[in-house]
């Protein structure tokens, strides 16, 4: 016996939640979990403007493409730079999510995006996904789904500090009540720190590496604090001078060097938020602690320095990666419980009697 519209919904529509990220978007379905993780990069034959690849396949042509055929990212700081692009590549996500169980209505979709996002990103993000596909179209900011995802209680008088570390932009965000008391939205996070990196080599060894060189060095041997033993990595670029190509050996060392003033940006953007938060938020979170999320949060010694510099402890979620996914896909699942915490454009408001 069908007891409400919800269930109804259920049986001729997927659920589906998208963590729309600048590096990666994943993918929830309700009953599987997250079944997408795919680098948010779409290849493009320009002669015929067709879409080549999507995902993984598209970030292997990534600096390796002929003329004609151009990999491209098309969100940028975690908001949609490329609006066409984009439907493509949400296209095929919906599509390969809903490959063995497609229903009746299109799907009902939940989208993670960068905290203060404007009315019109927004509306690109809405519009990109009806386009593509979805029935209903729902936005929550990225630091509330995270929060929701590492199942802490949001909805409670109890202030929870989020710091979501994406590809292309940082959320640290205090919630409490289900809304958002304090937030801020920093342009350092995985990419930057990356071309940081390309920075530090061109400027230091004359050598010119490419994007996924970098994000490749600072997965295996980047870290904040200096370990036990120094870890090596050997690079291969362009020599600057000769124009041929040469190796060189990188040090973790090297790597602390070049992205430190970043890390030192996104420490004193955490130390912002906390001077304005109100005084009792404030002793819940130096009580709680502070949790991270996304995929910086896996940096080895950020927790350490955010810890040493703020003296409030730091937790990163189980896996930090999908955390925002979970959320997404949690809110789904309990969208009577969480409609609060999904953001509505101002005109999108019924008209008051």
Known sequence: MIKNLEQIKRLISNDIGIDLGTANTLVYLHGKGVV????????????????VAVGKDAKQMLG??????????????????????????ITYLLNKAQKSNKKLLGP???????SGITNVEIRAVRDATKNAGASEVYIVEEPMAAAIGMRL??????????????GGTTDIAVISLG?????KNLRVA?????????????????ILIGEKTAENIKISIGAILPGDEPLEATIRGRDLISGLPREVVITDSDIREAISQSINTLVDGIK???ETTPPEVLADVMQRGI???????????????????????????????????????????????????????????PPKK
Do not use: W
Not at 36 to 51: L, Y
Not at 201 to 206: G, H, I, Q, T
Not at 317 to 342: F, H, S, W
């Open 64 to 89: 390796r493409t002929p003329g004609h055929i151009v990999a491209v990212r098309p969100l940028v700081d975690g908001v949609i730079s490329d609006f066409e692009v984009t439907e493509e590549m």
């Open 179 to 183: 809304g958002v008391v304090r937030s």
């Open 272 to 274: 912002e938020v906390l």
């Open 291 to 349: 949790f991270l999320a996304g995929g910086g949060a896996l940096i080895n010694g950020l927790a350490e320095i955010i810890h040493e510099y703020t003296k409030i402890p730091v937790h990163t979620a189980l896996d930090p990666l999908t955390a925002v996914c979970r959320g997404t896909g949690i809110i789904l699942e309990n969208m009577e419980q969480y409609k609060d915490v999904l953001i509505t454009n101002k005109d999108e408001l």
């Open 36 to 51: 997408i993780n795919e680098p948010s990069v779409v290849a493009v034959n320009q002669k015929t403007g067709r879409v």
């Open 108 to 114: 009902r979709v939940v989208v993670g995006v960068p």
């Open 153 to 166: 209680p949001i909805m409670d008088p109890v202030g929870n500090m989020v710091i979501d570390i994406g």
């Open 190 to 206: 995985g990419d930057k720190l990356n071309n940081d990196i390309i920075s530090y080599v061109r400027s230091e060894f004359k």
